[in-house]
Nanobody, 127 residues
Framework: QVQLVESGGGSVQAGGSLRLSCAVSGSTDTSACMGWSRQAPGREREGVAAIDSLSITTYADSVKGRFTISKDNAKNTLYLQMNNLKPEDAAMYYC?????????????????????WGQGTQVTVSS
């Protein structure tokens, strides 16, 4: 059984940075598509970043140039470096794992490729 556990959320001021981590266990799928999504209160969950097995990365327009997704296969860990955070970035952040390669593996298609989700980590950004 694949399990995803997020960590690294917290409260920061606008302009600050956070790095989220997602520890993956139970998965041996080297062709996995992985990504981060977020959900703010009253809003639908939206994909923000994705990375495929070749480490091709894609981002939602709202985070391009500020967020960086990466993975460490040796540690089975997915990361999301978030810089220049804005109040509108505040949300619960979830990591996901599924199957697919770019261009199918993208944040806007997460509902189609994600098979497993973590429980989320909260990010709060104050202005």
């Amino acid at each position: 059984q694949v399990q995803l556990v997020e960590s690294g959320g917290g409260s920061v001021q606008a302009g600050g940075s956070l790095r989220l981590s997602c520890a993956v266990s139970g998965s041996t799928d080297t062709s996995a598509c992985m990504g981060w999504s977020r959900q703010a209160p009253g809003r639908e969950r939206e994909g923000v970043a994705a990375i495929d097995s070749l480490s091709i990365t894609t981002y939602a327009d709202s985070v391009k140039g500020r967020f960086t997704i990466s993975k460490d296969n040796a540690k089975n860990t997915l990361y999301l470096q978030m810089n220049n955070l804005k109040p509108e970035d505040a949300a619960m952040y979830y990591c996901a794992e599924g199957v697919g390669e770019f261009p199918f593996c993208r944040p806007d298609t997460v509902k189609h490729w994600a098979n497993y989700w973590g429980q989320g980590t909260q990010v709060t950004v104050s202005s």
